[in-house]
Structure formats: structure tokens, C-alpha cells
């Protein structure tokens, strides 16, 4: 074996002594492909997604390493479950891996802000020994009798990933059987690989620079770990132009910086990073190059600002808007929602009999034949009372007839104080009355897209005002003094808001 040079012995040393090292292919821009790192990321992105990656490091060095990956995944019809495969090859010298994966997550929906993924990878991957390649002083070395050793075995990738709102907490475990690979050559010599078991852990929170735009940035860390090797991590941070491209800069601890950037165009993405290396070994190594090309299968909507601008929308509704937690706060289950109206005509039956027989009573009162001066004057006081209760009582059956009519379509009612109400972007203080609600976002930005959305759809009068108190911004349509038109009104409304409500503020 002494006659093999320096490529040769370190697959000696590594491959046949049972000696455990990072094994995992290596890449600069997993964080536009977070799937090929952890398989809970299998379909994250709801449209199929495919992607082309190709690295080449240190450029001019023989039997550098060469890597090239190939992904497709999505997500299926049934929410929440993600498909994929995985097909790469990762080559160094003498030595190459290649595989291939079949990928599933489950999306598991713990609440509205918390979300618990799944995943796991099946697959096959070759090791091949291809002693072909391998630089020799002596042509008659006996183990170069053998050209080429390969085996294929079984492997496993296992994921979990935690999603809170905006933040992404990931755990994968690569190589998960942590098998062997056995090899035996022409003269019955028999060596090991060993696949060792990988652990990785993410971290990743997104933060909306400019939302308007759908501008992004956020940093991305991850951590490396393998028996027998040191633990490695990287740093990234990335801004990110949902409609143009991106830019990221990731630090590799203990080897290099890289710089990438990426572009798009409707559903095709190219991108590319270029590793700066700082450790003890730059001077010995060349360039290294890493590309990326995707493609969305998904329908383009870049030239169609109304398309793009709806899309929008139904993002905001998902994300940002609150219309969701009112109405789960507002709307009844079916069973409490039967008592409910059941209690109301019971009241309301009360409330006809009780003016049924104040009507009554001021009939007598007004036949009653009365000639004494004080007499007549009780009377009168006696008639006024009886007018003013039968008022009431009607003013009651009015209100008792509406909350029917709202409960039984499902609109819900909600009181404010109109001090708490300002116009936007005016700033005056809103007056009271009865407003028709079609939406409420959290920022600005959100509410105006959506106000632009409902102008575009014929709905001219929208306008923005905001709850000082919890600082929301909700979308009107319409404003009225009386309750009975803002209730009318709803009825043509509801096909494009389902959601709409009616703001009392007093």
C-alpha cells in the first residue's frame, strides 16, 4: 500500500478503520432547499417545487469534491402531507455516493400559531471504491487487480420540525440505521464503510422588512454533529425579494465565507455561491462554485398584478388578518346557537304578551269616564307611564327581532366605545353609529392592500380606521345611524367577505 499516493491512504484510514467523520454531502445554499437537509421540510412551500444544485470545490485540485443534487417535492390535495425525492451524487477522488430517497411529512396543526411536523426518507445509497483513479508508482501492485469495489445499502433519513408563527426549530437525523457498508476484494480481503448516524439542528425566524413588497430577511442556523468528528455549524443570514431574488451571506465555521445571490423570473429561479475560504488551508485550495437552478410549478402570477394582488390578500387573510380569531370568538356552535334563539323567542314572546297588555290597559284608561279634575289628572300621568313602558316594551321587540335575524345568518355584533376609533390616515376621531366590517389586519401596510382589493371589486366607500387599543386596523364599507341598513347591507356583502361583521360604536 505504500506505493499509493496521499488520496488512496486517506481512504484507508477513513473508510476501512471504522473511523467516523462528517459524511453528508456539503452545500452553501440549503436554505432555499431546506428538504434536502431535513425531510419535514418535504413540501413546505405548498406548490412543487424542483431544484438543480451543482458544487464543485476547489477548482484545479485533483479529485476535489464534486456534488450534485436533484429534488422534487409538494404538497398532496390532503392538508397537511408533503411528497418528494431525493436523487444525488457526491464524489471525491477515488470515492462516490450516490442515492436516492423517497420523502413524507405530516403536518401535525397543534393550534393556529403552533405547528408540529414530521418527516422521514427511504431510500438506497451506492459507495463505490473505484481504484481505477488511483495514482500508483507501480503498475504490478496486487490490489490494483481489483478495479472497483461498490456495494448498496438501505438508508434512512428521519425530521421533526416545530413551526411558532414565523419561527422554524428543526431536528433531522441523516443516515438514521447507521449501517454498514461491507466490501471484499478479488483476493478475499474484507473492509467496512460505516454509515454513521448524522444529527442536525435548525433554527430560523423570518422577519417582514418591507411587507408591501413581500420583502424578507432572516438568519438561519444550523449545527452539525457526528460521533468521532468535530461539531460544525454555519450561520446564515439572508434577505430575500419574494418577486426578484435573493442574497445571503453563511458563515462555515472553522473553513470559509460564502456569497450567494439568486434570481427570479415568474417560476424559474437561478442562483450562486462562492465560497471565501479563511481557514489554515486556503492557500492550498481553488475556487468553489456552487449552483442552483428552480423551478414552481405553480401558476405565475407576476404579470397579472390582479391575480398577484388576490393572492396577496388570501395570504394576509391566513397570516396577518384577525377576521379568523373574531369570528372565532364571535361565531356559536350549532347546539348553543339553538338555545340561544330558543331564549330569544321565549323573550320575545314575554316582551309581545307584556305589550299586549299595556295596549290593554291604556284602552280602558282611554274609556274610562272621568269628571273629577284630580281624577283626570292621575289619569293622565297613568297614560304617560303606560305610553313610555309600552315604548319600551316595543323598542325591546324590535331589538329581540334583530338579534334573531343576525343569530340565525350568522352575523356577529360587536360594541366599541368611538373614542377608541380613528380614521386612517387622518387621524380624526370616528363618530358613533353602525359600520360594516369586511376586514382587520395588523399593520397598516396589510389593510391597505386589502382596502385596495375591495375598492377594485366595486366597493368605492372602503376606508381604514383603527382601534387604538389594540392597535388594528379595520377595513368599512358602509356606516349608518341606524342599525336596519347596516343589517340590510350585509346580505349582498357576504358573498365576496363571508367574514363581514357589523361595529357598533357608541
Known amino acids: 500500500m505504500k506505493n499509493l499516493i496521499i488520496p488512496f ?20 445554499q440549503y436554505y432555499s432547499n431546506q428538504f434536502v437537509t431535513n425531510p419535514a421540510f418535504t413540501g413546505n412551500k405548498g406548490a412543487t417545487n424542483a431544484f438543480l444544485t451543482h458544487r464543485t470545490q476547489w477548482v484545479g485540485i485533483s479529485g476535489a469534491p464534486q456534488t450534485s443534487y436533484f429534488t422534487i417535492d409538494g404538497s398532496l390535495k390532503q392538508k397537511g402531507i408533503g411528497v418528494g425525492l431525493t436523487m444525488y451524487s457526491d464524489v471525491t477522488d477515488i470515492l462516490t455516493r450516490a442515492g436516492a ?17 414530521f418527516g422521514l426518507a427511504l431510500g438506497v445509497v451506492n459507495n463505490k471504491v473505484n481504484f481505477s483513479k488511483a495514482v500508483v508508482l507501480q503498475l504490478d501492485d496486487p ?32 443516515q438514521l440505521i447507521g449501517n454498514s457498508v461491507l466490501y471484499r476484494d478479488n483476493q478475499g480481503v474484507t473492509g467496512a464503510f460505516n454509515l454513521a448516524r448524522h444529527y442536525y439542528g435548525t433554527l430560523k425566524y423570518v422577519f417582514d422588512v418591507v411587507p408591501a413588497r413581500e420583502i424578507t430577511a432572516y438568519p438561519l442556523v444550523m449545527v452539525r454533529g457526528v460521533s468521532g468528528a468535530p461539531l460544525q455549524y454555519d450561520i446564515n443570514g439572508v434577505i430575500d425579494w419574494k418577486k426578484y431574488g435573493w442574497f445571503g451571506v453563511t458563515y462555515h465555521s472553522n473553513y470559509a465565507v460564502a456569497l450567494s445571490f439568486g434570481v427570479r423570473y415568474k417560476n424559474l429561479s437561478i442562483g450562486y455561491a462562492y465560497d471565501i ?11 468553489t462554485s456552487e449552483f442552483l437552478l428552480s423551478y414552481n410549478f405553480g401558476n405565475s402570477t407576476v404579470n397579472d398584478e390582479l391575480d398577484l394582488l388576490k393572492t396577496k390578500v388570501s395570504e394576509l387573510e391566513q397570516k396577518d388578518s384577525v377576521n379568523t380569531l373574531k369570528l372565532n370568538e364571535l361565531s356559536l356552535k350549532d347546539s348553543l346557537k339553538d338555545s340561544l334563539l330558543l331564549n330569544l323567542r321565549s323573550l320575545s314572546d314575554t316582551n309581545t304578551v307584556e305589550i299586549e297588555r299595556l295596549k290593554e290597559k291604556l284602552n280602558k284608561l282611554k274609556s274610562g269616564d272621568i269628571n273629577n279634575a284630580d281624577d283626570l289628572k292621575k289619569q293622565a300621568v297613568e297614560k304617560a307611564r303606560l305610553e313610555a313602558e309600552l315604548k319600551k316594551k316595543k323598542e325591546i321587540e324590535d331589538s329581540l327581532l334583530m338579534a334573531q335575524k343576525m343569530l340565525e345568518n350568522n352575523i356577529p355584533i360587536k360594541t366599541e366605545d368611538k373614542i377608541g376609533y380613528v380614521s386612517v390616515p ?51 364599507i358602509f356606516k349608518t345611524q341606524n342599525r336596519e341598513p347596516a343589517i340590510e347591507k350585509l346580505e349582498g356583502i357576504k358573498t365576496d367577505y363571508p367574514d363581514v361583521w357589523v361595529l357598533t360604536l357608541e
Open 101 to 117: 430517497n423517497f420523502s413524507y411529512s405530516y403536518k401535525l396543526k397543534i393550534n393556529s400559531d403552533n405547528n408540529l411536523t
Open 426 to 476: 387622518q387621524g380624526t376621531i370616528v363618530t358613533s353609529g353602525y359600520y360594516v366590517i369586511i376586514g382587520a389586519f395588523t399593520s397598516v401596510e396589510n389593510a391597505k392592500v386589502f382596502t385596495k382589493d375591495a375598492k377594485k371589486k366595486g366597493y368605492k366607500t372602503a376606508e381604514i380606521i383603527q382601534n387604538r387599543k389594540n392597535q388594528i386596523y379595520e377595513i368599512v
Open 277 to 287: 475560504v479563511i481557514s489554515k488551508i486556503k492557500k492550498y485550495t481553488g475556487v
Open 9 to 28: 491512504v486517506l481512504f484507508i484510514v477513513i473508510a476501512f478503520s471504522n473511523v467516523n467523520a462528517q459524511q453528508t454531502p456539503f452545500s452553501s
Open 143 to 174: 490490489f490494483l487487480v481489483t478495479q472497483q469495489l461498490s456495494r448498496t445499502v438501505v438508508n434512512a433519513d428521519f425530521g421533526l420540525v416545530y413551526s411558532w408563527k414565523k419561527l422554524d426549530l428543526g431536528f433531522a437525523m441523516p
